[in-house]
């Protein structure tokens, strides 16, 4: 039997189907680290996913599973690096994406390569709007 997606089984993804972190590791060099509590991981030009834990960023913001960070939009609602540092709150498990490909829907993608990037956007359209930009 095929092992459960490490996006499924964080409960953030529940739609994401068995097959879905291969796909994705190809589509959005797509990598999973585990922090220790006190860790700290500066985006370095990537999109965080927080999939498991607890966490707070540089801005003060706090972090539980499904936060996007790493990503921004501008006034000109244009996609932008952020440059953030995640500080581990307990235990987290985060998916790393690279910038320059995650939000850009390639032409072969499958239904929840498109679906992911969708929530991110509302993802960063939410937070845009709490921090009152």
Same mark, same amino acid.
């Given at each position: 039997?095929?092992?459960?997606?490490?996006?499924?089984?964080?409960?953030?993804?529940?739609?994401?189907?068995?097959?879905?972190?291969?796909?994705?590791?190809?589509?959005?060099?797509?990598? #999973?680290?585990?922090? %220790?509590?006190?860790? *700290?991981?500066?985006?370095?030009?990537?999109?965080?996913? +927080?999939?498991? $834990? =607890?966490?707070?960023?540089?801005?003060?913001?706090?972090?539980?599973?499904?936060? #996007?960070?790493?990503? %921004?939009?501008?006034? *000109?609602?244009?996609?932008?690096?952020?440059?953030?540092? +995640?500080?581990? $709150? =307990?235990?987290?498990?985060?998916?790393?994406?690279?910038?320059?490909?995650?939000?850009?829907?390639?032409?072969?993608?499958?239904?929840?390569?498109?679906?992911?990037?969708?929530?991110?956007?509302?993802?960063?359209?939410?937070?845009?709007?709490?921090?009152?930009?």
């Amino acid at each position: 039997m095929e092992e459960a997606s490490v996006f499924a089984s964080s409960g953030c993804f529940p739609w994401m189907p068995q097959r879905a972190d291969q796909v994705l590791q190809s589509c959005f060099d797509l990598e #999973f680290e585990t922090l %220790a509590p006190g860790q *700290r991981r500066d985006t370095r030009g990537r999109i965080g996913c +927080l999939l498991r $834990g =607890t966490g707070r960023l540089d801005t003060g913001e706090s972090a539980g599973p499904g936060f #996007f960070f790493g990503a %921004a939009r501008t006034d *000109r609602l244009e996609k932008v690096a952020a440059e953030e540092t +995640l500080e581990a $709150g =307990t235990e987290c498990l985060v998916a790393w994406f690279d910038f320059d490909v995650v939000l850009t829907v390639c032409y072969t993608a499958c239904w929840f390569h498109a679906r992911l990037i969708q929530e991110m956007e509302q993802a960063l359209d939410a937070r845009r709007t709490a921090a009152g930009a």
